[in-house]
């Protein structure tokens, strides 16, 4: 067959599984339309913002810097060593490699809403289970980018080191550490940023902070004050970006 | 010279891999204090084998390495680690801690004579960081010492990466194509400093090189290995045509 008509072919493919997705996820654009009514009517409720929840808001906004801030440092501490484990040119056994290949794709696999409800039904309703379930997730996701990192490690100032006389801890401590710590600090970072943006997520199953808050606002039909919740969640948000950005770039 | 103590003794050294290859069939040298000897080979003729035979970072089949006097074969750890103290490597990349600064790197050379709390966190004796200073003086390169180590060009690691082995107050120091991959002028500088350190500081060296010019302009005695034999151990002077032909295998006009 010529190269065209291949390429022809592959585009009628590619509509024809977009079509099937239309159909499936039902999608009519009448009721987009009309529905364009309501969306104007919850915005006009929603305005202005509520400014005197502000101060109600802070606590709630500081469990979910908290619950983002104990789950990427609990993760951070638990897929190191992991991640150890999981590197291929210094994993102390095959069985152990294993093992923690496999406890990194499941924690990286179940998604961390899916961590929440265990968490939840475990140790009930609040910010602890939510901060739980982000460590646990993180575990998966730092683990194997950790992983990599040490896999992709250059050896030559290991080699070096350990020729000079230096013993194995001077080694990890001078030539180990001072290489990687730039990149995993700045995964970290950007693991923060990653769990601040799901632990809003995370407070709609009832782990607390801003998301379980919004929550209950919409149940009362108070949508002044999910749009000031909405505005402190962006600025939380673009907030850290920023500043883990800065703190990457200080460090690269 | 000739009647400077051996520094190194390599006897009846041999290597077969685990895959049949034959490295190394018996080898024989000895480097002298204040002698700069020059290995030369093509690629496969056993010299990087050879040198990391020495420091054990391969273990040999056959033969025995002696470093001062002392067979270096079935040291234990500790005493391997000792053993290893006395004698500087340097490789054809610098092998530095790039995001450290000069004078730290320098400073980790001598990590093997402060086993402490201290080092093994991280920090460097303080004292080593003033000899350390004095090392860079010695390389030239004592305005770079706060840099990072990442910043400086081939030859200038190369001269860090030398300053490094003196800090662990080495008697014998060995090199792995040290100028392989810097351009001629740094090549000759770097050749320049080895050959001071035999003359001036008595230390025993020993390099693995690609360039028998260099190898004439700077060595005391030259080492031709081929396929794993010493077929050449005399004067550079010495060194005929028809010898560099063979050693690197080209076919003699």
Not at chain 1, 157 to 175: C, D, I, N, S, W
Request: charge should be neutral; aromatic fraction near 6%; charged fraction near 20%.
């Amino acid at each position: 067959m010529r190269r065209s008509s291949l390429l022809t072919l592959a585009l009628l493919a590619g509509i024809g599984l977009f079509g099937q997705s239309l159909w499936v996820v039902d999608a009519r654009l009448s009721e987009l339309v009309t529905g364009v009514h309501g969306m104007a009517d919850i915005i006009a409720r929603a305005s202005p913002p509520d400014f005197s929840s502000l101060p109600d808001i802070a606590w709630p906004a500081l469990e979910t810097l908290d619950i983002a801030l104990f789950g990427t440092v609990c993760g951070v501490i638990m897929a190191v060593p992991f991640a150890v484990l999981a590197a291929r040119n210094v994993t102390p056994s095959r069985p152990l490699y294993l093992f923690a290949r496999g406890i990194i794709a499941l924690t990286r696999a179940v998604p961390d809403l899916i961590w929440a409800l265990l968490f939840v039904t475990a140790v009930g309703l609040g910010p602890f289970p939510g901060a739980l379930a982000l460590s646990v997730h993180s575990i998966g996701m730092l683990g194997r980018l950790f992983a990599e990192l040490i896999e992709d490690m250059d050896m030559g100032a290991v080699e070096a080191l350990t020729l000079t006389g230096a013993g194995r801890t001077q080694v990890f401590t001078h030539a180990v550490v001072p290489t990687l710590l730039p990149s995993l600090l700045g995964i970290a970072l950007y693991r923060f940023d990653e769990n601040l943006r799901s632990s809003l997520v995370l407070g709609f199953v009832g782990a607390g902070g801003l998301g379980f808050r919004m929550l209950t606002a919409m149940n009362l039909f108070q949508y002044r004050e999910v749009s000031m919740l909405l505005i402190v969640t962006f600025l939380l948000v673009v907030g850290a970006e920023q500043i883990s950005a800065g703190l990457r770039r200080l460090m690269a | 010279m000739a009647g400077n103590p051996a520094r190194l003794v390599v006897r009846g050294l041999a290597k077969r891999y685990p895959n049949g290859r034959v490295a190394l069939k018996g080898v024989d040298l000895c480097v002298r204090d204040g002698e700069l000897v020059v290995i030369l080979g093509s690629n496969g003729s056993g010299k990087s084998t050879l040198l990391r035979s020495i420091v054990r970072l391969i273990e040999p089949t056959e033969g025995e390495v002696l470093i001062d006097g002392r067979s270096i074969a079935g040291l234990g750890a500790e005493e391997l680690r000792q053993a290893r103290m006395a004698c500087g490597m340097i490789f054809q990349h610098a092998n530095l801690v790039r995001r450290r600064n000069v004078l730290a790197n320098v400073a980790t050379g001598a990590l093997g004579r402060h086993r402490t709390f201290g080092s093994a966190l991280g920090l460097l004796p303080r004292c080593e960081l003033e000899a350390a200073h004095g090392f860079l003086k010695e390389v030239g390169l004592v305005d770079f010492a706060q840099q990072r180590a990442g910043t400086l060009s081939g030859g200038q690691q190369q001269r860090v990466a030398i300053a490094r082995a003196l800090a662990q107050r080495p008697r014998l120091l060995l090199a792995d194509e040290p100028v392989a991959s810097l351009d001629p002028e740094s090549a000759r500088e770097i050749m320049a400093l080895l050959r001071r350190l035999a003359t001036e500081d008595g230390l025993a060296v020993l390099t693995v090189l690609h360039q028998p010019d260099l190898a004439l302009a700077y060595a005391d005695r030259v080492i031709g290995l081929k396929d794993g034999e010493v077929v050449f151990d005399g004067k550079p002077d010495a060194i005929s045509v028809p010898m560099v032909d063979l050693l690197y295998q080209r076919q003699a006009a």
